[in-house]
Nanobody, 126 residues
Framework: QLQLVESGGGLVQPGGSLRLSCVAS????????VVWFRQAPGKEREAVSC????????NYVDRVKGRFTVSRDNTKNEVYLQMNSLKPEDTGVYFC???????????????????WGQGTQVTVPS
C-alpha cells in the first residue's frame, strides 16, 4: 500500500514562498502521476497541479499559473510544489495524490486518485 506524507506547510506572509514536499513510502511513486489539491476552510477540495511520471509534463489551474511550480525527484520518491507570491486565497490544506493509471492532462482535476496523503496546512494571512 503506497503511503504519501506531505510536509513544508506553515504560516507565510503575502508575497512569500513555501516549498511543499510529498514523500512516498514505496518507489512505485515513479510510475505514478502525482497531483496536488488543496482545501480551504468551508470549501470543497480543488485541483492545483499535476506532474507526469517522468516529470516532463505538468499542468496547473489558472489561479496558480506563473506562481507555483511542481517538480519531482524519482530517485528520492519525492514530489515538490514550489509556491511563490503567495496570496491569502492560497490558504488551505494541501494534499498530494497519486495513481499509476492516471495521466497528467488538463482534466487532471476531474479524475479520482487511489492514494492520498494526510495534508499539510498553508496559511497566508490577509
Amino acid at each position: 500500500q503506497l503511503q504519501l506524507v506531505e510536509s513544508g506547510g506553515g504560516l507565510v506572509q503575502p508575497g512569500g514562498s513555501l516549498r511543499l514536499s510529498c514523500v512516498a513510502s514505496m518507489n512505485t511513486l515513479e510510475y505514478s502521476t502525482v497531483v496536488w489539491f488543496r482545501q480551504a476552510p468551508g470549501k470543497e477540495r480543488e485541483a492545483v497541479s499535476c506532474i507526469s511520471m517522468s516529470g516532463a509534463r505538468t499542468n496547473y489551474v489558472d489561479r496558480v499559473k506563473g506562481r507555483f511550480t511542481v517538480s519531482r525527484d524519482n530517485t528520492k520518491n519525492e514530489v515538490y510544489l514550489q509556491m511563490n507570491s503567495l496570496k491569502p486565497e492560497d490558504t488551505g490544506v494541501y494534499f498530494c495524490g497519486a495513481d499509476v493509471m492516471r495521466v497528467c492532462d488538463p482534466y487532471f482535476g476531474t479524475y479520482d486518485y487511489d492514494y492520498w496523503g494526510q495534508g499539510t496546512q498553508v496559511t497566508v494571512p490577509s
